[in-house]
């Protein structure tokens, strides 16, 4: 049998229409005791992820624990992408067990699910392994998770990897939902967020433009 190939996409790829994003327990109680990843490149690569998901138009759900008892608001650089976007406040660890959120993935409709949130072995591990269980196809963003010690990270990392989940990264989320710099109607919003929030790639993009007003597009 001869292998042909064609200039398509692997069905492995995401595209913003076929996945729904889910966004559990980014809260300041949260956030204190992690260790695996600092505060503020958390907070950068939550904000890079939320931003993404707003400009592809992203099916999102947002959701949080004991927001107005314990574990405070979910921070703003992820609401303020989602403005007046309704917070799914839960008492379960486990996102998956919740029946407001479930209703909601129902609603939505997407057999594809991308997870992120604190902490990993315990907001992420739970809904990734149920989802699994339920025949979803599911990915979390390694980098916008963060937990109490590296080692409770990597640990809830390679349990997810056996378990079927597909581990990215934050800017290979929104590089893979641009994909294509000849895609001009959104060119403009990718790297305006990779400017904000993408590190030195971003920095990068700043000097091309600002030196030789380079284009990825050309």
């Known amino acids: 049998m001869t292998v042909k190939a064609t200039p398509t996409p692997g069905k ?7 996945h729904t994003l889910v966004m559990i327990d ?11 990843i600092s505060a503020e ?3 950068n690569n939550a904000a890079l992820v939320a931003n993404a998901a707003a400009g592809f138009n992203v099916s999102t759900i947002l ?6 008892s314990f574990s405070g608001p979910m921070f703003s650089e992820i609401t303020d992408a989602f403005p007046g976007q309704p917070l799914l406040d839960r008492t379960s660890m486990n996102t998956w067990e919740d029946a407001a959120v479930i209703d909601e993935v129902n609603r939505i409709g997407k057999e594809r699910i991308i997870f992120a949130g604190l ?3 315990v907001c ?7 989802a699994i269980d339920q025949g979803f196809d599911v990915y979390f963003i390694a980098d916008a998770c963060g937990d109490i010690s590296q080692e409770a990270h990597e640990r809830a990392v390679e349990r997810m990897i056996q378990l079927g989940a597909k581990p990215m990264t934050s800017l290979q ?5 641009q994909r294509d710099w000849a895609r001009t109607e959104t060119y403009d919003m990718t790297t305006g967020i990779a ?7 971003g920095l990068g993009i700043t000097y091309a433009k600002t030196m030789f007003g380079a284009s990825e597009a050309h």
Do not use: N
């Open 41 to 43: 490149l958390l907070r």
């Open 124 to 130: 992420i591990v739970g809904p990734v392994a149920s």
């Open 26 to 36: 980014f809260q300041s109680q949260m956030a204190f005791a992690t260790k695996s």
């Open 63 to 68: 959701t949080t624990v004991a927001v107005d």
């Open 119 to 121: 902490w990993t072995s």
């Open 12 to 18: 492995s790829l995401i595209t913003a229409k076929d």
């Open 173 to 177: 989320y929104l590089l893979e939902l």
């Open 195 to 201: 400017k904000k929030w993408g590190g030195a790639y």
